[in-house]
């Protein structure tokens, strides 16, 4: 079974500019995730869809971060404008309809905004 | 916010020893799950105990569940170099909308 695949790996990009990341399930995977973690901590959750709907986006800063996860099959994140904070590593993961089995995360984005 | 938390932050044991470590918890949970982190890489899901087992065992893993104490441990029996990773804990909440939280994790370093 193909993994959760996620690009770019590496982004370096100046304060106030934008960026974008892919991410592409588990085929059949409901439900996808987007976590961020910064350095020495452990993932936060920024974003659950279950199919193309937002379940939970509590922990998204919707005045910079957008994502959107069209026909309920793969998914972007979006920063506009970076700050300094966002630095960090974007991962995303599926999991089944009920979380009973864990997630399979991807590799992650690290993005370094300078 | 972060609903686990690892203790200790930081394990460095000599190859071939057991390294255990703990992670605690604030509200009642469907299952607990421990997860491995490569430097770099993304998270690898080990083990799932859930909230009615005490115990489990998989392979070199072994996975304790108190929750009256609301901790849970996870040992690592005959440690080995490449074992060397941080160990996340995260929580399945119970009732409700079920959400999984992670805590800040255990950076653990088995020395050859």
């Known amino acids: 079974e193909a993994g959760v695949a996620q690009s770019p790996r590496y982004k370096i990009i100046e304060k106030r500019q934008s960026v974008a990341f892919w991410c592409n399930p588990i085929?059949?995977?409901?439900?996808l995730y987007w976590y961020q973690q910064i350095l020495g901590q452990g993932p936060k959750l920024l974003i659950q869809?279950?199919?193309?709907?937002?379940?939970?986006d509590s922990q998204l800063p919707k005045d910079r971060f957008s994502a959107e996860r069209l026909k309920g099959v793969d998914s972007t994140l979006k920063i506009q404008p970076a700050k300094l904070e966002d630095s960090a590593v974007y991962l995303c993961?599926?999991?089944?309809?009920?979380?009973?089995?864990?997630?399979?995360f991807g590799s992650g984005t690290r993005l370094t905004v300078v | 916010s972060q609903q686990g938390e690892e203790d200790p932050q930081a394990l460095s044991i000599q190859e071939g020893e057991n390294a255990t470590m703990n992670c605690s918890y604030k509200?009642?949970?469907?299952?607990l799950q421990w997860y491995r982190q490569n430097s770099g890489r993304g998270l690898v899901h080990l083990i799932l105990?859930?909230?009615?087992?005490r115990e489990k065992h998989s392979g070199r893993l072994r996975v304790t569940l108190d929750t009256s104490k609301k901790s849970s441990s996870l040992l690592i029996t005959a440690s080995r170099a490449a074992d060397t990773a941080s160990y996340f804990c995260?929580?399945?909440?119970?009732?409700?909308?079920?959400?999984?939280?992670f805590g800040i994790g255990t950076k653990l370093q088995v020395i050859p």
């Open positions: 993961a599926s999991s089944g309809l009920r979380v009973y089995y864990g997630y399979t």
């Open positions: 085929s059949g995977h409901a439900t």
């Open positions: 869809f279950q199919n193309n709907g937002v379940v939970d």
């Open positions: 509200t009642s949970i469907n299952n």
């Open positions: 105990i859930r909230s009615n087992e």
């Open positions: 995260a929580t399945l909440n119970s009732g409700g909308y079920q959400k999984v939280t």
